[in-house]
């Protein structure tokens, strides 16, 4: 196999929750050009014109997870890759009930993304072939103020993925944490309009700048295809160098 071949997803068959906007839609506009058959999964509508397929489908909602996957697995009788990109921000400062708030953003961004894992590995068992793909954040390794329940959800959700990682990797299900930087997206367009912390989020990398979400897509592709066949239960920040920068 050449090294190109090795990122080539020509008959896999993805999965992207979150693919209607931001990081998700990245993620599943690359999975689709690398061949992969691809289904977007979100709640709001998906824009016109995107090289894969979309359903509506509310990943909180197991039961709907269950029958979109039985319907693809139909379909194609595999389903190889599972990237879990849907979240949600909640900060407390904004939020009118903290505690709901909290519990809220736990449910979508850990407690529906482990449904997401139960329910797709056994069809990734009967294909041959699973790499499951968890969005984190660097907030999943180091602490930021005023929104606990994103800082506990995304750390909950990277150990949860090491634990994943062991309990399926005998039968051949890679899982592992992809833990972006600051990326411009909907849900951070009031830090990115702002000067202020705009700058100051850009000081804090390497790079010196904020994140494009299609510069998620490269990761996602190693981590979905052949390239890192002997890579499970770790960490690939992508995040410009945020959490490995000293003074």
Sequence with gaps: MSALDLFDLTGRVALVSG?????????????????ATTYGLARSPTPAGMPYAC??????DPAAVAALMDEVFSRHGRIDI???????TLPHDVAADPATAFRQTLAANLTAV????????????????GSIINVTSIGAAQ???????????KGGLASM?????????????????????????A???????????????????????????EEM??????????????????????????????L
């Design 82 to 88: 599972l990237v879990n990109a849907a979240g949600i």
């Design 187 to 213: 849900m951070t367009e009031a830090s990115h309009s702002d000067p202020a912390r705009n700058a100051a989020r850009a000081a804090r990398t390497i790079l010196g700048r904020w994140g494009r979400a």
């Design 19 to 35: 693919a209607s906007r931001g990081i998700g839609q990245a993620i599943a506009i690359g999975l689709a050009e690398a061949g």
């Design 161 to 185: 993925t090491r634990a994943l990682a062991l309990d399926h990797g005998s039968a051949g299900v890679r899982i592992n944490n992809l833990a972006p930087g600051y990326v411009r997206t």
């Design 217 to 246: 897509a490269g990761a996602a592709i190693f981590l979905a295809s052949p390239a890192s066949s002997y890579v499970t239960g770790t960490d690939l920040f992508v995040d410009g160098g945020w959490t490995a920068k000293g």
């Design 114 to 129: 482990y449904d997401c894992c139960r329910l797709a590995v056994p069809y990734m068992q009967k294909g041959g072939y």
């Design 143 to 153: 602490g930021f103020p005023g929104n606990p329940g994103y800082v506990a959800a």
């Design 55 to 60: 359903r509506p489908c509310d990943v909180t």
